[in-house]
């Protein structure tokens, strides 16, 4: 099984860094991105136009990099999550989980018995097309695969406790739009609700061993979450990317164009 090297590199102490996928899905998108350095990817389908195909190819392509390929599902069911672990995901996203009981749904649908009751199809994608021994393919399954939890409400915050105490959670992730917009202060990034809920999803990973996660849109902003103690951080979105250096550029351009 291909290693999981967002676990790699938090077993190592250091903080993983990945990307989020939800327009370039092209065939030369996992190398682009292997090239400049990144642990993980996260290939959205709950925003995009995805389908389950490019995610298919998607996964495919980044079995030809060191990286971690994660889907934001578009709901957090079992015929989105099973599909995508088969295609070779090594972990799954899921938008707003509110309950302990919505989380483990989440991990019975991505996870083998005992710890859940993901459906067995080997000899596929995810096994490389070959059988390999049942017992120690789930057991490796299980610790190798990520569970990326989304608290983008103030019920998910409210919950915070007994969602992170979830067997299988691996990482409390702040949908900070999301959940600013939940609470009624949309984009207030710097309000001090905001900062409290911030503060509590850190309090419950450390309590219960696990990880948290958070995009920030700048520089500046990736440092304050660093210094709450984020310690899981996807770096911007592709088309965001695109479009913020080619305006610069073209910027850049204009400025030497004849007057």
Known sequence: MKP????????????????MVWEFGTRGMAKILESAGLDFAIVDMEHSCIEMDRVADLM???????????????????????????????????ANVETP??????????KYAPLGKRGVGLGTSHTDFVVPDPVTYFEESNRNTTFICQIESPIGVANLDSIAATEGVDI??????????????????HHSRFLDALKRVIEAARAHGRYAGIQPGSLEQAEEWLETGFNVI???????????????????LRERLPK
């Open 4 to 19: 999981n090297r967002l676990k790699q590199v938090l077993a190592e102490g250091r903080i993983p860094v990945g990307h």
């Open 60 to 94: 495919a392509w980044f079995k030809a990099t060191p990286m971690a390929p994660f889907v934001r599902v578009p709901q957090g069911m079992y015929h989105f999550i099973a599909r995508v672990m088969d295609a070779g995901a090594l972990g799954v996203m899921v």
């Open 101 to 110: 009981e919505q989380a483990r749904s989440v991990v019975e649908a991505m």
């Open 172 to 189: 409390l992730w702040v949908g900070h739009f999301d959940l600013s917009q939940a609470m009624g202060i949309p984009g207030q990034f």
């Open 234 to 252: 996807s770096w911007s979105a592709d088309a965001a990317i695109y479009r913020k250096a080619l305006a610069s550029e073209v910027a850049a």
